[in-house]
């Protein structure tokens, strides 16, 4: 008995619909890569920010019902992710959940909820683009909002992808821009307060300050508790520890100041010394760079272009710290519709604009 078998040349069979479908996507997949390679001759964003809008409106206007258009934007992200990181862009950060998308339907959330739960486990399939490209998966935003099974997904696949280093994509989920900054300012005020308090109350200080004066800007209303409350910080700072645990001579850089509180004490009067009126302006307790490090985007350079779908040109609460010198395109396609003509369209106006903020930037 014989069997006929399908000729093959290379990858395709000549069952008909199967050699089109396989000789298309062969000749678009290096149509793409040769187009990438003429991009790549000149500046490529190094990180790319996307705010996914448009998802209902898509829903609506294709007659979906409304959860369909949010699975037809994942779809869209998947390609474009899949671009970017063939185009050399090695961070990517997306929109995907903001803080004020709870004030939604509480059907509604619960669908985004479950659809997040099945692409978080999705992400961590053999298959999936995480694993191709090598991408570093990071959750951004206050996570504690979320719901356990949601967080807990969120965390395996960050502990999953950790050692992946070829690309990096963060996913803000239950994020603000202004939520980021007070939690950035919260953690610096901690930290230098806890650094303030080991570095110069433990020397009796507080012998020079009045109830109601200032200590680097913060208004001591009891002494006795303010100081109290530094007791034990103290004590571990007379047994040779300092700042966060850290030797004693991590704190030099604050005794230069106080060296003049120290040695000059207050008046009868109650007048405080100079030293402690002019401490604020010589070094601040909290500096630019002690905010920048307890942000959530921490982990990432600021973005060199930001694209939000459906025409909008507003930032809605994203990234507001780190877009100050950032490029935006508001493409008119719904975020389903977009593909890889509007991100060409997007390397094109960062190329042309480049120049202009390189030297914007080397100004400030």
């Known amino acids: 008995m014989v069997t006929s078998v399908p000729n093959k040349v290379g990858n ?12 298309f996507d062969d000749i678009t997949t290096f149509l793409r890569r040769c187009l990438f390679r003429v991009l790549s001759v000149g500046p490529i964003p190094t990180h790319l920010a996307l705010i996914m809008d448009g998802n209902r409106r898509y829903a609506k206007k294709q007659n979906l019902k409304e959860g369909e258009g949010h699975k037809a934007g994942y779809l869209a992200l998947m390609s474009l992710l899949r671009y970017c990181y063939e185009l050399g862009i090695k961070y990517v950060t997306i929109y995907a959940f903001s803080i004020e998308n709870f004030k939604r339907r509480p059907d509604e959330v619960q669908s985004l909820m479950d659809l997040m739960l099945e692409k978080m486990e999705a992400l961590l399939m053999e298959e999936s683009i995480v694993n191709q490209y090598g991408i570093r998966v990071c959750f951004i935003g206050n996570l504690t909002l979320l719901s356990e099974p949601v967080r807990a997904a969120a965390e ?28 950035a300012v919260e953690g610096s005020c901690k930290e230098k307060g806890k650094e303030f308090r080991l570095c110069n109350l433990n020397n009796n200080v507080m012998d020079d300050v009045k109830e109601g004066e200032k200590i680097n800007g913060i208004v001591v209303h009891d002494i006795q ?7 034990v910080e ?25 060296d003049q509180v120290l040695t000059s004490k207050a008046s009868k009067s109650g007048e405080v010394s100079e030293g402690f009126r002019n401490l604020r302006q ?7 760079v002690d905010i920048e490090k307890h942000m959530y985007m921490a982990v990432a350079p600021d973005p060199d272009m930001l694209i939000r779908s459906s025409g909008e040109s507003r930032l809605s609460n994203f990234l507001l710290w780190q877009t100050s010198n950032c490029q935006l395109y508001s493409p008119a396609a719904l975020w389903p519709e977009i593909g890889l003509s509007q991100l060409v369209w997007a390397i094109l106006k960062f190329q042309q604009s480049h120049s202009y903020l390189e030297k914007k930037m080397k100004q400030l």
């Not at 103290?234 to 030797?247: R, T």
């Open 12 to 23: 395709y069979s000549s069952t008909g619909n199967g050699v089109q479908k396989l000789f």
């Open 156 to 183: 395996k696949v960050m502990k999953v992808t950790s050692n992946n280093s070829k690309a990096m994509l963060l996913v803000c989920v239950a994020y603000t821009a202004s939520n980021e900054i007070v939690h």
């Open 225 to 231: 508790d303010f100081y109290e409350d530094t007791s």
């Open 234 to 258: 103290s004590q571990e700072l007379k047994q040779g520890k300092g700042c966060n645990g850290a030797p004693y001579h991590a704190c030099e850089s604050f005794e230069s100041n106080w």
């Open 282 to 288: 010589e070094d601040p307790v909290i500096k630019l």
